[in-house]
């Protein structure tokens, strides 16, 4: 499963400096703004002692962890919505990722730049959401303008959704985010094609910088602390990222091979199967589905089953994060 969570904020809030250290992946990270032009994606994986803890129950000869992809996105800065700082294809760079990790300097360090020339960190989530909520209300307004053909004519896919944008757009013209319409799931699928900024998953990301004195900061909704200097924290930012992309994992274990497979919350087996193989979708018969820990406390697999710990579930069965399952095709 492909999904991917861009590292954003002002330049110089450490966003590279992250990005390096999380993957180990070389990108530059010099101390001015717009060093990072093109995107730099690395792939990163997900901390999860419960592979390990099998692979060595199962004594597999591979080990292979569930993954997440990080995006770094060059800074963005006051303006970006109308093309400043090479704004256009920075957002455009956003739009492509399915959530957002907005990186927030909190750290005094005078040898690194601010662009604001001050430290100042709910300014700088300001500066950043503002131009995210002035690109999605271009776009929101755009769509309205094309769709007024179709709303006259009566259509009513059009006019369910000229409804849904009139009310993102009221809230953005109230310079908040789009998450703030409460849209559910229908209404959301209806502007898909939108890609719309202020609606992806957001996570904070404070860059604490403890080698340095660090500001006072208290921002609404989910967030972490992380240093990339010392490289602490990463840890809880990999998990939280991967919960804020709507994602679990389910297990496989055996001689040859224990695996983290990643799938949304909520998969049915079948849907979970395609994680394995596309086929497992509509060749699926059952699973045998069993919780990690109560498989490695049975001691072995045939002791599981004689415990009726081992169960045979069916289509409409919704996977557990933790479920080691085996499929039957």
């Known amino acids: 499963m492909s999904l991917s ?19 180990k992946k070389s990108v530059p990270a010099e101390n001015y703004p717009f060093c990072t032009i093109d995107p730099s994606i690395g792939i990163v994986p997900v901390p999860d002692e419960r592979v390990q803890l099998l692979s060595d129950f199962s004594k597999s000869k591979k080990t292979i962890p569930a993954v997440i992809e990080f995006v770094d996105i ?19 760079n956003i739009r492509e990722v399915d959530a957002i990790a907005h990186v927030v300097r909190t750290f005094q360090d005078n040898s690194v730049i601010h662009v604001a020339n001050k430290v100042d960190p709910m300014q700088d989530v300001g500066v950043i959401n503002l131009e995210l909520v002035l690109a999605d209300m271009e776009t929101v307004s755009k769509r309205l303008g094309t769709l007024q053909k179709d709303v006259k004519k009566g259509d009513k896919e059009a006019i369910l959704e000229e409804n849904i944008l009139n009310r993102v757009i009221k809230i953005l013209e ?3 985010m789009a998450t703030e319409a409460n849209l559910n799931d229908e209404e959301k699928f209806k502007i898909k094609s939108l890609n719309l900024l202020t609606l992806k998953p957001m996570l904070y990301v404070l860059n604490v ?61 079948p849907i979970a199967g395609t994680a394995i193989h596309t086929d497992f979708k509509d060749k699926f018969i059952r699973a045998e589905v069993i919780n990690w820990k109560d498989l490695l406390d049975s001691g072995s697999r045939a002791n599981a089953k004689a415990k009726g710990l081992i169960r045979t579930e069916g289509k409409e069965y919704i996977v557990k994060d933790g479920d080691v399952i085996e499929f039957l095709i």
């Open 174 to 176: 109230e310079g908040k």
């Open 5 to 23: 969570i861009g590292i954003v904020g002002l330049p110089n809030v450490g966003k590279s400096t992250l990005f390096n250290a999380l993957t």
């Open 209 to 269: 910088s403890e080698a340095t004195e660090n500001a006072e900061v208290s921002l609404p909704g989910l967030f972490v602390k992380i240093d990339p200097v010392f490289e602490k924290g990463f840890d809880e930012l990999i998990k939280q990222s991967y919960k804020l992309l709507g994602l679990e994992t389910f297990l496989t274990t055996g001689e040859d091979e224990t695996r983290a497979w990643t799938i949304k919350v909520g998969s049915t087996a």
């Open 74 to 92: 060059a800074g963005l800065v006051a303006g970006a919505s109308k093309g400043e700082g090479l704004g256009n294809k920075f957002l455009t």
